[in-house]
């Protein structure tokens, strides 16, 4: 059985998905439970795979459609003829992330989102958007990956329009379609001229084929700059505050994990199509590198200056969404940087590895902690019934639960111990030190920046007088709320109290299976 | 000869579609230029997949071996998969326009800014 | 996992958290301790004492200083940086696909440049 997990994966949800309709026809207790069980479900197979393929090292192929799913190669053949599904550390560890997200969005959005005639469609949309994010992180196919990243958009979309009687919601669920078609557009033009070149959407095949000449650098363009837009790095982040804002809670934080789902596809192009090149003649991974990396610091420094001076609370966590991208991109363009240095791979052994480890590590982080600040956003947004600062006071006399997340949430971003975000951030601080002092200052700087903002949103939504005559919805905080909150809380301290356990179990193997030379 | 035509052809469409894309401030429109843009797409593959004298790739009553020349299949596979998701795309996109006009009256992107946080 | 430990191995700090954690749990019960025996409050409740201070009004108030005008003097610093940020994040999605155009030549002006 536990070779047909990479295809269960995929299928139990998308089951689910298709047979809501008619499981909703019996009744609400029903359908939630089955949602529930398939979402807990997921979460079993991802965790029950970590001794197998994080911890022991070993890839796990399924070749869809064929007699035997771990025969890759038919023997009359010299290339791979199927769809073939891949695990290995790199993917789990994505998968977990958002199937973690995931559960906690669903438990939050059980006492969110009103249970009118709309939450069935709610509920399949939110299934669509999990298999697409898991079909995109275990496939291995150019093709299939294209096709999951469609999925993933149009729920992605469909769930930001999804209060369709104001004003903006549906014209940000446009604006958020339109990006991403353009981006997928792109993208298909870049699998193209692989295809063209070599005859297979197999990534394992184009891999050990590749020749990186003028068309396959091209490609590569094609491939890498519309994934950096859809995950928000700058230039191209315009669109993440007006999306981000216009969603309501749980989808925002869902939405985190869709635009780390495109950065999995950018690292993942970089080295397992166009790494570990056989030939002598290769890209020049040390331009690729800086250009992550002045993408990366871009973002960081633009995204908190822009997040200082909003007035809007989900549009200034979307700022911060914006900047903590850069410190992924910062350290992975680090060890991109170094990764063929002429040293003979001591400089990556030194901090090159490091650095990735950091980046890799920031983006479990950055899921877990940005998706806690969104819910209780969503809290917050849900007592005023107003997202404006200024209209803001004195939450914690009633709500410090919500207080209490969401210092957890705020310290956990500023990168202040022992939360799981200084554990990231000193690693990237520390390793990119080593390559060049000027990043890391401007990491540290932008860091000191991030608590100010919000120290902002602490203090206006929460410290304060009560006044009670603001406060739009008096009723007490339901139990799916605290629940969501709650898991991503417990992760929040555990992943700062032990950070060397996650960085053995799940990151190393991690960054083991996408650099393979060293 | 007749391939590098088809070639020009998808850049020229890729390109008008684009320039669409950025210049023009109806919502409607830009749908229709991002349709543009895919069905440039959808003959880059097309062309990619033909071979001069090759017949479709069927081996129910193909030719014999010796004359046996087919064109590509797995392109057009994901021509057919990539129509449809145009499709379900320009159908969402429509949608949330009609949404956005019901809401709002307008249909310029000029005049939906919405955004006036900033003091 | 027989190498797993439960610190982060840096060089020059001590980092062992439940370590930490401990130490500090410690210094909050020395700390409360302390303070039920020495600590008084010297405060009269209901009189204007409990009420926030802005700065000298003299009527009764029930508001803070507004959030947006804190971070005025780095906002009046950078306010050439602001305005042409501002106008750029104002919802045009021309602008938004012109950027990624953008970015797209100048990577491939840097490819057949033979710089990549």
């Known amino acids: 059985m536990i070779k047909h997990i990479p295809i269960l994966l995929i299928a139990i949800p998308l089951l689910a998905a298709f047979m809501l309709p008619i499981i909703g026809r019996i009744g609400i207790k029903v359908r939630d439970l089955v949602v529930l069980m398939v979402l807990l479900t997921v979460n079993f197979l991802l965790f029950y795979i970590i001794p197998e393929v994080a911890l022991n090292g070993k890839v796990m192929y399924y070749v869809v459609g064929a007699v035997d799913p771990s025969a890759l190669h038919p023997e009359s053949l010299g290339f791979p003829i199927r769809i073939v599904l891949k695990i290995d550390g790199f993917s789990l560890f994505m998968g977990i992330i958002s199937a973690v997200v995931a559960l906690s969005a669903f438990l939050y959005s059980q006492s969110y989102i009103k249970n009118d005639e709309r939450k069935s469609y709610y509920q399949i949309l939110l299934m669509l958007m999990l298999v697409g994010m898991l079909g995109l992180e275990l496939t291995n196919d150019l093709f299939n990956f294209f096709v999951f990243m469609e999925v993933l958009s149009i729920s992605c979309a469909a769930l930001v329009a999804y209060n369709t009687e104001e004003r903006h919601p549906p014209y940000a669920g446009y604006k958020y379609m339109l990006i991403s078609a353009i981006a997928t557009s792109f993208l298909l033009l870049g699998i193209g001229f692989c295809y063209a070149q070599y005859g297979s959407f197999n990534m394992d095949y184009i891999h050990s084929k590749m020749q990186h000449n003028l068309i396959d650098k091209m490609a590569m363009i094609f491939m890498i700059i519309p994934l950096a837009m859809k995950a928000g790095a700058i230039p191209m982040h315009m669109w993440v505050p007006d999306t981000y804002s216009e969603a309501p809670a749980p989808v925002t934080a869902m939405l985190v994990t869709a635009s780390q789902a495109s950065l999995y596809a950018l690292f993942r192009f970089s080295f397992s199509l166009y790494g570990n090149p056989v030939s002598s003649v290769s890209i020049n991974y040390n331009t690729l590198g800086w250009i992550i990396i002045t993408l990366g610091v871009l973002s960081m420094f633009i995204g908190v200056t822009m997040a200082l001076v909003q007035h809007d609370v989900k549009r200034l966590m979307a700022f911060h969404a914006v900047s903590q991208t850069g410190y992924m991109l910062l350290g992975v363009g680090v060890g991109i940087a170094v990764y063929a240095a002429a040293d003979g791979g001591s400089s990556f052994n030194a901090y090159g590895k490091v650095a990735m480890t950091g980046g890799i590590f920031h983006i479990m982080n950055h899921a877990f902690y940005k998706g806690l600040l969104f819910l209780t956003s969503g809290v917050i947004v849900r007592r005023f019934g107003t997202r404006n600062l200024d209209k803001m006071i004195g939450l914690a006399h009633r709500d410090t639960f919500t207080a209490v997340a969401f210092i957890i949430g705020a310290m956990a971003i500023a990168g202040i111990p022992p939360f799981n975000g200084f554990a990231s951030k000193i690693l990237i601080y520390e390793s990119v030190y080593k390559f060049s002092p000027l990043l890391s200052v401007i990491a540290m700087f932008v860091s000191v920046l991030t608590l100010a903002s919000f120290v902002k949103v602490f203090y206006s939504a929460f410290l304060g007088p009560r006044r009670d005559d603001l406060i739009v919805d008096k009723s007490p905080l339901p139990f799916g709320m605290k629940a969501g909150m709650g898991i991503l809380c417990v992760l929040v301290v555990l992943l700062g109290l032990f950070p060397d356990v996650v960085i053995e179990t799940l990151v190393k193997p991690a960054v083991s299976a996408l650099v393979t030379i060293r | 000869m007749g391939n590098y035509f088809l070639y020009v052809t998808v850049v020229l469409l890729i390109f008008i579609g684009v320039t669409a894309l950025l210049y023009k401030k109806n919502l409607i429109k830009i749908v229709i230029a991002l349709n543009i843009v895919e069905s440039g797409l959808n003959l880059f593959f097309l062309t990619l997949a033909y071979r001069p004298g090759g017949t479709a790739p069927i081996f129910t009553l193909a030719p014999g071996l010796e004359e046996l020349k087919m064109v590509l299949p797995t392109p057009q596979a994901l021509i057919l998969t990539n129509i449809v998701i145009g499709f379900a795309t320009s159908a969402l996109m429509l949608t949330l326009a009609i949404m956005t006009y019901r809401n709002n009256k307008t249909l310029d992107i000029q005049k939906l800014r919405g955004v006036e946080d900033h003091d | ?116």
């Open chain 3, 1 to 116: 996992m027989n190498n797993v430990h439960f610190s982060l191995d840096i060089t020059g700090i001590f980092w062992n958290p439940i370590a930490l954690v401990i130490i500090f749990a410690a210094i909050m019960i020395l700390i409360f301790i302390w303070g039920r025996i020495s600590f008084n409050r010297d405060y009269n409740e209901k009189t204007a004492q409990v009420k926030p201070f802005n700065s000298g009004n003299v009527e009764e108030i029930d508001y803070n200083v507004q959030s947006s005008n804190l971070y005025w003097g780095f906002r009046r610093a950078l306010s050439g940086f602001y305005t042409r940020m501002i106008e750029y994040h104002d919802g045009d999605l021309n602008n938004y696909l012109k950027w990624m155009v953008i970015i797209v030549a100048l990577c491939l002006l840097l490819v057949s440049g033979g710089f990549l």
